[in-house]
C-alpha cells in the first residue's frame, strides 16, 4: 500500500507538471521538457557506466544532445531560420571524431550508443514542441499532445488493471515477465474508446482522427515499454533512475511516450495536410 500511495502521489505530480506545462504555453513546455530531455539523456548514457564493452562520453554527449535541441527548438520557436538546422549534422560527425582520441576496442559499439541517445530522446521531447507550437488551439478545446500522452497513459493503466484481473497468457515473457495478452488487449480497447470520446465529446467532429491515434498510440506505447525493458534486462539494470519515487526514471515513465511521439507526430501531420484538400 505504501508503494501504491508513493506511485500514485508521484505520478499525479508528473501528470500535472507535463499537461499543465503544455496547457499553460510554448515557453513553458520548452523549458520544462529541455529538462526531462536532459535527465533522460543522462540516465540512457549512465546506463552503460558499469558496462563491459561500450564507453561512451556522457559530457560529450549531453553537450552535443542540448545543442540540436536548442537549434530544434529554436527553429520551432521562430527564433531561428530553417537554415540553422543545418548545423546538426557537422554535430553528430562530432560525437564520431571523439573516438579517433580514444583507445577503444569497440568504437562502432561507442558511436552507436551516443548516437541512438540522440535519435531515441532528444527528438520525441522537441516533436512534442514543435506539434503544439504548429496546432491551431482555436479549432482544438484539447491540444493534440494533452490527448496523445492521455492516451498513452490510458493505455498503461488498463493493461496494467486487466493484466492483473484476467491476465493468463505472457507477450513477452523473455523480456518483460509481467505483461500479459489480455491486459495488451484490454488496454488498447479501452484506449480506443477512449480516443472515440475524445474525437465525439471533447474536440467535437473529431472522432476518425482520435480512433486512428488510439489505434496507433496504442501499440506504439506497447512497443516503447517492451524496448526499454528489452535494455534494462540486457544491461541487469531494474529502473533507468531514482529520481521519481515509486516510478524509477524520467526514461521508466517515457518509455512509451518516447516511441509513440514520433508516430502520432507524423499522423497528426498527414492528417493535417489531407484536411487542406
Known amino acids: ?28 513546455q520548452a523549458i520544462v521538457f529541455s529538462v526531462f530531455m ?9 546506463l552503460f557506466n558499469k558496462h563491459k564493452v561500450v564507453r561512451v562520453s556522457t559530457e560529450i554527449g549531453i553537450f552535443i544532445g542540448i545543442f540540436i535541441f536548442a537549434l530544434l527548438v529554436g527553429f520551432s520557436l521562430e527564433w531561428l531560420p530553417i537554415i540553422s538546422i543545418l548545423f546538426i549534422f557537422p554535430l553528430f560527425f562530432t560525437l564520431i571524431l571523439e573516438e579517433l582520441w580514444r583507445k577503444s576496442e569497440h568504437p562502432l559499439v561507442n558511436i552507436s550508443v ?13 516533436l512534442t514542441i514543435d506539434l503544439n507550437l504548429r496546432e491551431d488551439k482555436e479549432n482544438h478545446y484539447m491540444p493534440l499532445v494533452v490527448g496523445m500522452y492521455l492516451l498513452i497513459w490510458s493505455n498503461d493503466t488498463f493493461a496494467y488493471l486487466t493484466g492483473r484481473k484476467f491476465g493468463k497468457t505472457k507477450l513477452f515473457e523473455r523480456i518483460s515477465p509481467k505483461k500479459t495478452w489480455e491486459g495488451t488487449v484490454g488496454g488498447i480497447l479501452v484506449t480506443l474508446i477512449i480516443g472515440y470520446i475524445f474525437g465525439a465529446f471533447v474536440n467535437r467532429g473529431d472522432e476518425l482522427f482520435w480512433v486512428i491515434s488510439a489505434a496507433i498510440i ?7 515499454d517492451l524496448l526499454e525493458s528489452l535494455f534494462k534486462r540486457s544491461l541487469n539494470i531494474k529502473d533507468s533512475g531514482t529520481i521519481l519515487p515509486g516510478h524509477g526514471g524520467i526514461l521508466d515513465r517515457f518509455d512509451a511516450a518516447l516511441f509513440a511521439i514520433p508516430f502520432f507526430y507524423c499522423w497528426a501531420m498527414i492528417y493535417e495536410y489531407s484536411s487542406l484538400f
Open 114 to 126: 551516443l548516437v541512438f541517445g540522440i535519435i531515441y530522446i532528444v527528438l520525441p521531447f522537441w
Open 1 to 28: 500500500m505504501n508503494n501504491l500511495l508513493q506511485r500514485t502521489i508521484t505520478g499525479t505530480l508528473f501528470a500535472f507538471v507535463v499537461l499543465g506545462s503544455i496547457l499553460w504555453d510554448a515557453y513553458a
Open 218 to 224: 496504442a501499440p506504439c506505447a506497447i512497443f516503447g
Open 38 to 46: 536532459v535527465l533522460g539523456l543522462l540516465e540512457f548514457y549512465n
